[in-house]
């Protein structure tokens, strides 16, 4: 049996070279020219293995060859000596190598020593003079397996850490958008990957946000600028994610030169700078599509412009790329779900051997952004169906303007708003003058169509935004103006009557006009804690009853100081004379 050996030696260390593939390198921390002999012939001696062993007799020098070497387990010596004084030996090489395992050689046989090495990190405790070649060995192949146990462990637990911590904060959020692009960032970062992209490939699936997306990279770290216009990034994944509709499984290639792929397909690849590619599918539920669809109607569809390549267009008749893992469920569940996108990542600068548990991360993940998406497509759907709510809760049905809910609502709101900053609110009360002759001589359906009209006039006419045109009841309507002054009231006012006087609704039953005409009230004040909105309302209802008092089609102000517009006829008005009477 050979053993490689390099002897204690003050000169600068020397880097052994490996016999064997199977050989195990081991690292000899010993002062003692006598022990590191013995060493040396129990490894040299013992015939199931081949060891490169390199002795060194100081922690430095130890240190030093775990810099520039790796080494598959260390035997130490505790009483070697340590020129910067410092104690923990075992401490000391765990923070220099902490996947190398280290099996301690001491003379103190106690279990104290024992117990104390163990917990400082080392794998086991050997006596000196007290162990033979084969109790050596295996204490060394035992180090180097608990070890790997113990690295296997702690890396699946950092990543259920890691994976437990992205999936909290999917779950943490609404926002499509930031889940994907975080969730693309924190992948990159853990997998130590190049690049990293969410692809949505379905035109047929919900839109996750304002704006409708459909074929293209929805989420991305890594590319660099400008990327995602090149016209054979958008084949590839296309193409990818036909062949997992197709396969229900996952695309990992090592090697994307050397893996079964058209040619075709390898030089879109390799144009997009993809050497190592791991895909995972995102399934959303819904109704069932075939491959044929998917491929004809779907993934294509925005596909077929004047930039894109015809050879993509082409890829589809050629033959399948056969790179599978697990096949996915079979069952009659996944049947019903459909490919809403893709998770890739991918490496540019070398080829890459995935390991399963990559896979399974990235696999846990997409079901997780599945999960997150169609989270976000539920709260938008009920955000949407929220606002029609409060749409019929705050909107009259018949004419689309406010209704009397929400004006007495708005007002009340004004009323302490503008109470505060000291500002005058304005308030307007229409009444359709001759109304009911109206609906007895035209119908109600035609009645309807006025009211609706006459409505589309007022509200066309309140143009700010925190004006309100609302249907008071009946044939009534009022308008709420905050910050406006009597004038400024005023003003709006004749512009309702003039646009309703431009339609020309043809009322044959009206004493004033031959067409629909609009009597007003108006009354503006400076809102005061001491009253009530209904005191504003009161002022309205009393110049309105004013203004159908004095003939009909006309407008009064509830005021001492400001004119009233009657058929180009000015007419003072008092306050105290605006009373509120029930109409006739």
């Given at each position: 049996?050979?053993?490689?050996?390099?002897?204690?030696?003050?000169?600068?260390?020397?880097?052994?070279?490996?016999?064997?593939?199977?050989?195990?390198?081991?690292?000899?921390?010993?002062?003692?020219?006598?022990?590191?002999?013995?060493?040396?012939?129990?490894?040299?001696?013992?015939?199931?293995a081949?060891?490169?062993?390199?002795?060194?007799?100081?922690?430095?020098?130890?240190?030093?060859?775990?810099?520039?070497?790796?080494?598959?387990?260390?035997l130490?010596?505790?009483?070697?000596?340590?020129?910067?004084?410092?104690?923990?030996?075992?401490?000391?090489?765990?923070?220099?190598?902490?996947?190398?395992?280290i099996?301690?050689?001491?003379?103190?046989?106690?279990?104290?020593?024992?117990?104390?090495?163990?917990?400082?990190?080392?794998?086991?405790?050997?006596?000196?003079?007290?162990?033979?070649?084969?109790?050596?060995?295996?204490?060394?192949?035992?180090?180097?397996?608990?070890?790997?146990?113990?690295?296997?462990?702690?890396?699946?637990?950092?990543?259920?850490?890691?994976?437990?911590?992205?999936?909290?904060?999917?779950?943490?959020?609404?926002?499509?958008?930031?889940?994907?692009?975080?969730?693309?960032?924190?992948?990159?970062q853990?997998?130590?990957?190049?690049?990293?992209?969410?692809y949505?490939?379905?035109?047929?699936?919900?839109k996750?946000?304002?704006?409708?997306?459909?074929?293209?990279?929805?989420?991305?770290?890594?590319?660099?600028?400008?990327?995602?216009?090149?016209?054979?990034?958008r084949?590839?994944?296309?193409?990818?994610?036909?062949?997992?509709?197709?396969?229900?499984?996952?695309?990992?290639?090592?090697?994307?030169?050397?893996?079964e792929?058209?040619?075709?397909?390898?030089?879109?690849?390799?144009?997009?700078?993809?050497?190592?590619?791991?895909?995972?599918?995102?399934?959303?539920?819904?109704?069932?599509?075939?491959?044929?669809?998917?491929?004809?109607?779907?993934?294509?569809?925005?596909?077929?412009d004047?930039?894109?390549?015809?050879?993509?267009?082409?890829?589809?008749?050629?033959?399948?790329?056969?790179?599978?893992?697990?096949?996915?469920?079979?069952?009659?569940?996944?049947?019903?779900?459909?490919?809403?996108?893709?998770l890739?990542?991918?490496?540019?600068?070398?080829?890459?051997?995935?390991?399963?548990?990559?896979?399974?991360?990235?696999?846990?993940?997409?079901?997780?952004?599945?999960?997150?998406?169609?989270?976000?497509?539920?709260?938008?759907?009920?955000?949407?169906?929220?606002?029609?709510?409060?749409?019929?809760?705050?909107?009259?049905?018949?004419?689309?303007?406010?209704?009397?809910?929400?004006?007495?609502?708005?007002?009340?709101?004004?009323?302490?708003?503008?109470?505060?900053?000291?500002?005058?609110?304005?308030?307007?009360?229409?009444?359709?003058?001759?109304?009911?002759?109206?609906?007895?001589?035209?119908?109600?359906?035609?009645?309807?169509?006025?009211?609706?009209?006459?409505?589309?006039?007022?509200?066309?006419?309140?143009?700010?935004?925190?004006?309100?045109s609302?249907?008071?009841?009946?044939?009534?309507?009022?308008?709420?103006?905050?910050?406006?002054?009597?004038?400024?009231?005023?003003?709006?006012?004749?512009?309702?009557?003039?646009?309703?006087?431009?339609?020309?609704?043809?009322?044959?039953?009206?004493?004033?006009?031959?067409?629909?005409?609009?009597?007003?009230?108006?009354?503006?004040?400076?809102?005061?804690?001491?009253?009530?909105?209904?005191?504003?309302?009161?002022?309205?209802?009393?110049?309105?009853?004013?203004?159908?008092?004095?003939?009909k089609?006309?407008?009064?102000?509830?005021?001492?100081?400001?004119?009233?517009?009657?058929?180009?006829?000015?007419?003072?008005?008092?306050?105290?004379?605006?009373?509120?009477?029930?109409?006739?």
């Amino acid at each position: 049996m050979r053993l490689c050996k390099l002897t204690c030696q003050p000169a600068p260390i020397a880097i052994v070279v490996l016999i064997s593939n199977h050989s195990l390198k081991v690292l000899l921390v010993e002062d003692n020219l006598a022990d590191a002999t013995l060493i040396a012939d129990l490894l040299g001696s013992f015939s199931d293995a081949i060891f490169c062993l390199q002795i060194v007799r100081s922690l430095e020098e130890g240190i030093e060859c775990l810099r520039v070497a790796e080494f598959d387990a260390i035997l130490l010596d505790l009483s070697v000596p340590d020129d910067l004084g410092r104690s923990d030996t075992i401490a000391i090489l765990k923070a220099r190598s902490p996947t190398v395992p280290i099996v301690v050689l001491t003379d103190q046989n106690d279990q104290h020593t024992a117990l104390s090495v163990l917990r400082s990190g080392a794998q086991d405790c050997l006596v000196k003079g007290r162990f033979n070649r084969t109790l050596l060995v295996r204490a060394i192949h035992y180090a180097i397996e608990r070890q790997r146990i113990e690295e296997q462990l702690r890396q699946q637990a950092q990543r259920e850490r890691v994976l437990s911590k992205m999936i909290e904060n999917i779950r943490s959020s609404i926002d499509a958008t930031s889940i994907l692009q975080n969730t693309v960032a924190e992948v990159r970062q853990f997998l130590k990957t190049d690049r990293v992209l969410i692809y949505r490939c379905q035109s047929f699936a919900e839109k996750i946000d304002t704006e409708e997306q459909k074929c293209q990279i929805v989420a991305s770290d890594g590319l660099p600028e400008g990327y995602i216009d090149n016209p054979n990034i958008r084949s590839t994944l296309a193409m990818s994610c036909l062949f997992l509709a197709e396969s229900k499984s996952v695309q990992a290639i090592s090697d994307v030169s050397a893996a079964e792929l058209t040619d075709s397909w390898k030089e879109l690849m390799a144009d997009c700078e993809m050497v190592a590619v791991l895909s995972v599918p995102i399934w959303q539920s819904g109704e069932k599509k075939s491959i044929d669809e998917i491929s004809s109607n779907s993934i294509w569809e925005n596909e077929k412009d004047e930039d894109y390549p015809e050879d993509s267009m082409a890829l589809l008749a050629l033959e399948k790329p056969q790179i599978l893992l697990e096949s996915g469920s079979k069952s009659g569940s996944e049947n019903d779900n459909y490919l809403w996108g893709i998770l890739t990542a991918y490496n540019c600068t070398g080829v890459r051997q995935w390991q399963q548990w990559e896979i399974e991360f990235l696999k846990h993940l997409a079901n997780q952004v599945a999960i997150a998406i169609e989270q976000s497509q539920l709260y938008r759907k009920l955000a949407i169906a929220n606002q029609k709510l409060q749409q019929l809760a705050t909107t009259d049905g018949l004419t689309q303007i406010a209704n009397r809910r929400q004006f007495d609502h708005v007002l009340m709101l004004e009323w302490r708003r503008l109470g505060r900053e000291e500002l005058p609110l304005s308030l307007i009360l229409f009444d359709i003058d001759f109304f009911k002759p109206y609906n007895d001589f035209y119908g109600h359906l035609a009645g309807d169509e006025c009211l609706y009209q006459v409505a589309k006039a007022i509200a066309s006419a309140v143009k700010r935004a925190g004006d309100l045109s609302a249907r008071y009841g009946g044939e009534e309507f009022v308008v709420l103006l905050p910050n406006t002054s009597a004038e400024g009231a005023n003003m709006i006012a004749r512009k309702i009557c003039d646009r309703l006087e431009r339609l020309k609704l043809p009322h044959a039953r009206s004493e004033v006009e031959p067409y629909v005409t609009l009597s007003c009230g108006i009354a503006t004040t400076i809102p005061s804690p001491q009253e009530s909105p209904d005191s504003l309302i009161h002022n309205a209802d009393g110049a309105l009853y004013q203004a159908k008092a004095e003939g009909k089609n006309r407008i009064c102000h509830a005021s001492n100081n400001l004119i009233n517009i009657t058929n180009n006829q000015d007419t003072a008005v008092n306050q105290d004379a605006a009373m509120p009477f029930p109409y006739h």
